[in-house]
């Protein structure tokens, strides 16, 4: 199982405070804002401006919300400028991690990460470093309960996916970035209730961690995606059932 596959899953089953909410509402209204920036405000002519409305969705975020961070993209309102940046590393094991985030203030941000690394066994590595061992994908995930598998398989890959996986309760769907839309479109069509979606880094291979080295690399993981300018956190990290279940309670 790839290792952002596995880091999804402990996060999705991990509780829900009042303050990942929060965190979760700060990082998605700066998508919107930058996407509206970079693309405009019709989400039917932005598909990066669409993905994060509908990641603003599925955390239920208010619709007034939604709409002024896209005034502020496009400039009808007053904003915080924001600038995209990536980060690549190595945690506890040997684990590849590659960030992405969204700051107003890049010194801010790296000293911030940098110090995640160096307190949780990680190392911050320079651009290149870790970034060839991830393919740009789209993820779009489905409830297994809900949805015959082989209907599912082939409704999907009749859309244009490239891969489809069960991984416990979830399906798991990967296209093409270029089709990413066009693949949800087409489930939705024939009434398919996609519970997530997102352009991710995928691992294309994956590193075995273990014991304590397991402990570390999910610790590194949380911290990191704590940040208020991190947006997403990506690995190549494998572990066992046993741990994994451990992790997610």
Known sequence: MAGHSKWKQIKRKKAVTDARRASSWTKVIREITV????????????????????????VNMPKENIERAIK????????????ELTYEGYGPGGAA??????????????????????RNGGNLGATGSVGWMFDRKGQIYVDAARHDED??????????AEDFAREGDQYIVSTTPATFHAVQDALRA????????????????????????????????EVLEELDDVSKVFSNFDIDTAQLAEAEA
């Not at 509206?36 to 969705?57: E, H, K, M, V, Y």
């Not at 911030?112 to 160096?118: C, D, G, L, N, V």
């Not at 009434?191 to 294309?204: F, G, N, Q, T, Y």
Request: negative net charge; glycine residues 12%.
């Open 35 to 58: 996407a509206a920036r970079s693309g405009g405000g019709d989400p039917g002519g932005n598909p990066r401006l669409r993905t994060a409305i509908d990641a603003a969705q599925a």
């Open 72 to 83: 502020k993209g496009t400039g009808e309102l007053e904003g915080q400028s924001y600038e």
């Open 97 to 118: 991690i590659f960030i992405e985030a969204t700051t107003d203030n890049p010194n801010r941000t790296v000293a911030e990460i940098r110090h995640a690394f160096s």
């Open 151 to 160: 209907a599912t398989l082939e409704l999907a890959l009749e859309a244009g």
């Open 190 to 221: 024939r009434k398919i209730v996609i519970d997530s979606a997102e352009l991710a880094m995928v691992p294309k291979n994956t590193v075995r961690v273990e014991g304590s080295e397991a402990e570390g690399i999910l610790r590194l993981m």
